[in-house]
């Protein structure tokens, strides 16, 4: 089997996915990689295996965002490994910087605490700027404006499988939004108040809730109580997004754009830990109609410690149905029958 989402796909032929074609079959879309010098090497591996498994047929550009300048070493070195254009931008410091309404004592105070409960890098402050740069800001990089749809690529990520059409054209031919490998529940610690504050926002916002959303997704507690009810409602099942094959309109969608300035007001970035890929979900789950949500369940892919891996002649270096790789006791589940209910 090869888990080939329907036709239409558009696929290879001639030189119409020529990396010099100016008349090519691309549409308006970038692969996309926030990403710091220091991780070239890492990035470089993420780069071979998607330009194996896919872009080498496809020539995609490559865009790459820092909040510092990128070293001619990594210009030359990521240029190096694939035919397709790459193109370097910094982060407009008014995007990266930690707003002026937050509280730097609450702040510091307030991490402390995370940390004590054993929430991750709640101390690093680039950790909670990187979060809220990747719910409310990467859209609005001015290099992004032209794109339409981007394909978030990370470090030392792992794609195990051939995919032979172009995965853009199959998100603008069946009117797709998002799409994911990998759900997971989230440390309901990092996120105490994220749905409580939703909750506030549609109370006065309602108009922006879709017809079929998939709010019974996101308040699911049947699955795992203790979690909904730590997280004050929410399930904590999200997109992992560390993956994300996007239409970048949804995010400069109104709706998303008074949600985001809505909860960055609130604080939860900075003095909680909540992460882009809550954020991204519980908006995808009130905002769009859930046919609009992709599983992408033929593109084999890992991001420590975690495995999406089909069945599949067309998936090489990944264990068949292996979700996780890593210590018992760290172990967060696969939430997708969640999603799929
Ligand atoms: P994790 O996947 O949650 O462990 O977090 P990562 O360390 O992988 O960070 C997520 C993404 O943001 C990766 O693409 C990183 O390269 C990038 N990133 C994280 N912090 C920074 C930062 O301070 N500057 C830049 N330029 N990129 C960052
Ligand atoms: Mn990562």
Known sequence: PTHEPPE???????????????????????????????ELQEL?????????????????????????????????TTQAQTKAKCNYHQIPKEHWQIPSWINRDLMRESNALLKDQNVQFAEMDSYHQMCRWNSGFFYRHPALKDYKYYWRVEPNVHFFCDVDYDVFRYMQDHNKTYGFTITLYDSPNSIATLW????????????YLADNNAMGFLQDKEHRPEWNYKANGYSTCHFWSNFEIGDMDFWRSEAYEAYFEHLDRAGGFFYERWGDAPVHTIALGLFEEASKIHWFKDIGYNHIPFYNCPNSQKCHGCTTGKHYDGEPFLLKEDCRPVWFK
């Open 8 to 38: 239409p796909l558009h696929r290879v032929s001639g030189n119409n996915y020529d990396a010099d074609n100016p008349n090519s079959d691309r549409i308006s879309a970038t692969l996309l990689s926030l990403v710091r010098n220091k």
């Open 196 to 207: 409580p504050e939703t909750l506030k926002f549609i109370t006065s916002n309602n108009q």
């Open 44 to 76: 470089v591996q993420s780069m071979q295996d998607l330009e194996k498994t896919w872009n080498h047929k496809f020539n995609y550009p490559w865009t790459f965002i820092n909040d510092e300048p990128f070293t001619e070493e990594f210009k030359k």
